[in-house]
């Protein structure tokens, strides 16, 4: 049986739940895919990037810790990872894939029990798989006594209760599984690919790989810009963190705000691979898009959109950039789809002709001016 374990950091660490899975069960072919400090977009990411070559029979997804601390900090609001988790579980409905939440939660305060953050996301998380025919092994149900002194720092848990856990896995993996029902249900997330999408100004064009995280990726330097030509409204950018990442722009329509990809996780991983969470509600467009504006000023002047642990870059303005791979777009599934199916499509032909012409345009000049 092949499977696929898709988590945070407690899913990556030595001592993590995952490592001793594998020891647990060597009879599985067991791939892990993990990414800390993202929370459950990041495995929505995964898992619309996943080839039907690499599709496991079964996924265990352990992401409820992180979304924790991105509800806490105010950075995504519960409705929204509903509607992730659903789309997690209608994906895997079509391909078939048995789906396993397995919810761990943030380390509680002495003397004290699972926090109210956490037990807010563990009913989130219970009453989505419940409604949809998913397991969910809850921290709370393999532990009921677990406490402070069970973990080593805030969010990760020690070596005995990782121990506890892989056990509680490894149990339920032995069970009969049959993928989440609703396979019917219409798509409301999709991934443009950036390292293809039509850029003006400097960038390069580099493939990108990483224990965590590979693929291509676009560099993005000042007066560089990045035009997605996809409906839908921009939620999260997939991106590389780098001592030259810097403050960012996103148009959609008329709304604007400005982001940092700079991260104060690279003092522990310098070149560090992170999804980036618009905390704006942008709107549904048919276009977006990503630059970097020469002008400092008026950068600054745009309204600011928080991400999870930045920092300031210490790069010169003039030499700042940004290292993209997709970005996922929402659309709202309970809006009327007819009259806009009919924009898409004159949308897509415009935008072929837009192209088109580009090529064109590219191709006179370089036989009038090509030669000196």
Known sequence: ???????????????????????????????????GGVGSLFGLLTLLRLPEEDR???IVFEYTLNDTLL???????????????????TICARRNISLLFLCLCVRPCEGESISEGSQYMFDLYKNA?????????????????FSFSDYVDSVHLAAELSQRVAEAVATRLKQPMAPPNGKDREKSFFLADVASARVVGPHAREYLQSPVFSGAFLLLKRGGRIYLDIPGRIVAIMLRSTENSGIYRI???RA????????????DVP???????????????????????????????????????????????VDQSIEINSAIFYRDPDRPHRLKRRFFRLWKIYVRIEAEAQQLGERIRGLFFGRS
């Open 1 to 35: 049986m092949r499977i696929l374990t898709l988590g945070g950091s407690n899913t990556g660490i030595k001592i993590g739940w995952a490592a001793h899975l594998k020891s647990l069960a060597p009879e599985y072919e067991i791939a892990n895919r993990f990414l």
């Open 271 to 317: 070149e560090l691979m992170t999804l980036h969470y618009v905390t704006a509600t942008m709107p549904e467009t048919f276009r977006t898009i990503i630059d970097l504006p020469k002008d400092e000023r008026e950068l600054r002047a745009i309204k600011y959109d928080a991400t999870f642990m930045e920092c300031d870059c210490a790069a010169p303005f």
């Open 256 to 267: 604007l705000i400005a982001k940092n990809a700079q991260s104060v996780i690279r003092k």
């Open 129 to 145: 798989a419940t409604s949809r025919g998913a397991p969910c092994i809850m921290l709370t149900d393999v532990a009921p006594d």
């Open 71 to 89: 509800f806490v900090g105010q950075l995504i609001h519960p409705d929204f990872t509903a509607k992730v988790l659903h789309e997690i579980m």
């Open 251 to 253: 148009r959609a329509g």
């Open 56 to 58: 496991p029979d079964v």
